[in-house]
């Protein structure tokens, strides 16, 4: 009975059952999240923060490569600052966290808990910056930011969650515009080749874009549940802030310009993406190169004393040849649980591949390896074994970006007309990516937005031009864009 009441609690939902019921099951019972006790918020528990340590670790150190440095700013910003870009403050106010009163008294001036930095960070810039020589600034931060979420949900949306922001200034627009599209090849070199998102990437429309971007531009994975989730963003901001906190230097002759900046960030919602592009009815499946464990052993039959020795030797020489390799192994050497509820919880939580061990594997000089991504169980031999898994999890990789693109692909549908994409959108369950010709047209957009929930995701970059008619206006354009309902 013991064991009966320990498989069914590692059960979840089946997504063709409740979607969001089983991604709220995945997240608790793979131990990843919980609610905290202020709404909205969450307390991140140490496997899902392994998942975002792993993913702060290839990010941070993709941003060093291309010269940025990380900083630090305030949690505190005065309410003036976020009032000199009205079109900044206004795309912020609803979410806003104010702080009036502190010391047992009533501020001068309300404080602003950071909903993002780039006021605060401007401040300074315009104290930084006086000529041409101290550009370009690259500067990054690792923080959390607080917007009073309305409607949250684990990862996806909470009031505070933990992210990176990076921020830049430079002498001219078209050094600007290389960073913006600098860093949105490093999100999407991430998607793609670490969490295996094979996400959609290109140029926000001017209703999605971020508060006082010139342009905005994002990866747009697509989910289980064939729903969009914009997983990282990098935008053009132009001259605006710059001019509202005067940031000026002086150029090469020895004229005053104003800088020309960028923006770009990712943060938890990322694990979000994970989770719901690759999960199952099973639980978790994680990509080798973001999993906090890429490899567990589970040593099978050590109840005989003389047996479990064996054994024990066996997998701690086969840990310490793993680790050797760069491989991030877990032993699960616990002794009051059972081999096939070890088995239960370790698929729960998506490590990419289990080793399994016993003494008749020793005898036969061989492993039984169960591989997450396809749930399949080889047997292997002993010989080369370490080299070999190391092999195996860059092949789990690929599947599983091969796995993302190609349910993209088979679920983005081309329409060449509004009712068609209205028609689409209706199938609640069947409807995923819609591609169109799109001149923009805001009212339309929020048309679609109001009536459907469905919303444009962006200008697709990697399509070749091709001649087509607006859906929404009728006139000849170059542009497709994609519309999906989104998180």
């Known amino acids: 009975m013991e064991k009966q009441n320990s498989k069914r609690e590692l059960g979840v939902t089946a997504q063709s059952e409740d979607y969001s019921k089983w991604y709220n099951d995945v997240v608790h019972k793979a131990d990843l999240a919980e609610h905290s006790p202020v709404r909205g918020s969450m307390v991140i528990k140490p496997y899902g923060y392994a998942i975002w340590e792993n993913v702060q670790k290839i990010l941070d150190q993709k941003f060093k490569e291309t010269g940025h440095e990380n900083a630090y700013f305030p949690l505190f910003i005065p309410m003036s600052y976020l009032q000199k870009e009205a079109e900044h403050v206004e795309g912020f106010s609803p979410e806003l966290a104010v702080v009036t009163h502190a010391g047992g008294k009533e501020l001068e001036e309300p404080l602003v808990v950071r909903p993002t930095s780039e006021t605060i960070i401007n401040a300074m810039y315009s104290k930084w910056i006086k000529s041409y020589r101290d550009l370009p600034v690259l500067i990054n931060q690792w923080a959390n930011v607080v917007r009073w979420e309305m409607r949250p949900r684990l990862f996806l949306r909470t009031t505070e969650f933990l992210w990176q922001e990076g921020h830049t200034v430079h002498a001219t627009h078209e050094e600007a515009i290389e960073e913006t599209m600098k860093m949105l090849n490093v999100y999407r070199d991430f998607a793609d080749n670490y969490a295996a998102l094979a996400p959609v990437v290109g140029e926000k429309s001017d209703l999605e874009r971020f508060a006082g971007a010139l342009n905005t531009y994002s990866i747009e994975a697509m989910m289980k549940d064939k729903k969009a989730l914009q997983s990282a963003t990098s935008h053009y901001f132009g001259q605006h802030f710059a001019k509202a906190f005067n940031i000026q230097f002086q150029n090469k002759n020895n004229q005053l310009e104003y800088g020309w900046q960028t923006s770009w960030g990712i943060s938890t919602r990322i694990i979000g993406a994970i989770i719901m592009s690759h999960g199952d009815d099973k639980g978790l499946v994680l990509p080798p190169k973001v999993a906090p464990y890429q490899v567990v052993i589970v ?41 096939g509820f070890k088995f239960n919880e370790w698929e729960m ?30 047997i292997v031999s002993r010989d080369g074994l370490a080299e070999n898994i190391v092999k195996l999890l860059d092949e789990i990789q690929s599947n599983m970006f091969k796995i993302a693109k190609d349910f993209r692909e088979s679920n983005t549908k081309e329409v060449k007309t509004l009712e068609e994409l209205k028609e689409y959108f209706s199938d609640e369950k069947n409807a995923g990516f819609a591609l169109c010709s799109w001149d923009g047209c805001n009212e339309v957009e929020q048309q679609l937005k109001d009536e459907f929930r469905v919303s444009h995701r962006c200008y697709p970059m990697n399509l070749e031009p091709q001649e087509g008619i607006c859906i929404a206006t009728g006139k000849t354009t170059m542009k497709k864009a994609i519309f999906a309902k989104s998180y």
């Open 349 to 378: 939580k998506g490590v990419p591949l289990r080793l399994d061990m016993g003494p008749k594997d020793i005898d036969n000089n061989q492993a039984v390896l169960a591989r997450r991504d396809i749930s399949e169980k080889n």
């Open 299 to 339: 040593p099978i039959g050590t109840k005989k004393i003389d047996d479990k020795a064996k054994v024990m030797e066996a997998v701690n020489k086969i840990k310490q040849e793993l680790i050797a390799l760069g491989v991030r192994v877990k032993l699960d050497d616990r002794d009051n649980v059972t081999p």
